[in-house]
């Protein structure tokens, strides 16, 4: 297939999926967007018709109020004045009122004055049981000035708008004198007004009535809480819901109303004609498209494939390929002639590198000898010539291992797997040793098809690595009999020390007696220079054990507040000595550590005891720690005399010490920071400090939360 019905195909087919892709992306988005709007629209509206019903509810009880806080209905049902009923309850009241119920309750509960109308046949008719029963629970009944009672009563001919108010002579006004009770049925003919006046259709169903299942699924989810309901009824009606709820706020009706799906439908006539638009412009762009590029491109591309047709028919490097224009294509014919060029050069040039090449490999003393599959010689510089005994076969045969006689190939040679690179070592028989380096080259289908061979003499070298290896391993040996003899001495030497100590603590206690000042002074003496000594060798003995591979962590979990507060217990009278503040400031919430808690205290303890002993008098030690991801990191800063950028080097290095005059005057071995680092590690983390002269260190270290 030629690439101008590639183009056809791989064209139509990007605008087709393209074309494909939009339709898909139109339906989802836009109809999604058209169903939001339309049940945007559906509550919207349902809310207004719930909002007339409110509406509805607060004029009754506007009417009720007028007629509760009346000073002649307040008399009215103390006295059952006659004139009141004259001048204000004849037979049009209701009718004018455009109410089905007017009933006056006294204080104590009873209904003195009733009036209940037909107002669709204009007949009086009894006041309903229902009503009665919620006068007798108390339930419509105003037990105090400021209750107000409201709701949907279900009576036997229908549901009933309820508005109850005290009998106050005037708001606010105490003590009441009874319930005045309005109400209006939600008959045929008020959902008909609401109908006419929303434009749209209304169906209200009751508790106490079988419910299609719309409304109870709608019902259900309003019991719950939920949000009113929104239910497709068909591809041409949508309707929305709400509740009417009784005087305790508990849903007792549900009322739907349905509307026609204009939005929906408007929504999918466009999306229809984006279908359209989207094809017809899909099969318009793909033909120019095509077109374009076959004028443009497929035409020019076939003239450059007939031309280096011809030239590597012709095998002639020196035709030109002209082409029109100054785009890409033009580039590209520039540079294929350029390319030709290049190749007539590059002939040239190869004959005379292959002489050159020849003359390199012949002046170097390494050898290079390249090999047939069989390990025959096929060329050989003249350093391998030299040395005919590196390239007799029998002689290869014991260096490799390839057996000659069948003419097999090394298996570690072969393997996919294998060294590009396969090194051996070969003994001539004049004593030298030789570095012999093979490689297989492999043709286009793995095959092996030849081997180049290198090879160097070594002979000097293997006697200079035979006796560095010797001085290491003696080296190794003296360092780990210095160890021993380390760990060994220090051992020794705290048995007595510990006797010393004790015995002149004792002394010093005056258990065998009194002393005198000076015998007391020198006893203290005797003691304090035991224990410098004894915490010497100890750090000696650490040392040693750390060199000698010997020292062990015992790991538990640990607070790291509680060192700091032992640490700091124990250097307080050193530092209040030079009137020293040290402050700790500690991450909230810092979780337990796991690790060697004698060690870490070890640790920190070294860091604070060099930091007030470098600090000046009444200055400050701040220890902060902190967590970072997994590791707990903890500084210790002082503002002591700091240290030169050319002593850095020997910080963390045993028994080594700062020479200098500023540090002369303090006491130290030089062990503290090399056993801090050593026991650091141990744990897995690192230290680091920061130090200017004259200005205080910082030294810090981190330890992972967990091993």
Known sequence: MDISKKLLIVTFSIFALFTVLLITASHSILLESFSDLEEQDTEKNTGKIEQAIAWEIMSIDRTARDWAFWDDTYDFV?????????????????????LNLMLFVNKSGALVYPMSVDLINETVVPVPAGIMEGIDSGVLIAHNDTDYIHGVVLLDNGPMLVVCRPILTGPGESPHAGTLIFGKYLDNSYRMFLENRTKTSLELYTLNQEMPPDFQEAFNKIALGEKSPFIILGNERVAGYFALRNTTGEPVAIVRADYPRELYEQGEKTLYYIYIFLLISGIATGAATKFSIDRLLVSRLITIDNFLKKVKRDKDTSKKLEMEGEDEIHRLSKGINDMLFSIRLAEQELRASEYEKKFILDSLEEIVVLRDPEFNVRWANQAALKNRDLLMIENKEKALNIPVNDREISPGLQLPGAPIWTDHEFTSPEGKTWLLRLKPICGETGNIIAYLETGVEITERKKYEIELFRAKQDAEVANYAKSEFLANMSHELRTPLNSIIGFSDLLHDKVYGELNARQLKAVGNIS????????????????????????????????????????????????????????????????GIYGDRERITQVLSNLMTNAVKFSNENSCVKVKALQNNNFIEVSVSDEGIGIAAEDHDKLFKPFSQIDSSSSRKYQGTGLGLALVKEIVQLHGGAVWFKSEVGKGSTFGFSIPLHV
Do not use: C
Request: charge should be negative; aromatic fraction near 10%; glycine fraction near 8%.
């Open 528 to 591: 304090g220079s035991g224990k410098h000594l004894l915490n010497l060798i100890n750090e000696i003995l650490d040392l040693s054990k750390v060199e000698a591979g010997g020292f062990e962590l015992h790991y538990s979990t640990f607070w790291l507040a509680d060192v700091f507060a032992e640490v700091r217990d124990m250097l307080f009278p050193f530092a209040a000595s030079k009137g020293i503040k040290l402050e700790l400031e500690i991450e909230k919430d810092l979780p």
């Open 78 to 98: 103390n006295t059952l004045n006659p004139q009141y009923i004259e001048s204000n309850l004849d037979g049009n009241t209701l009718y004018s009122l455009d």
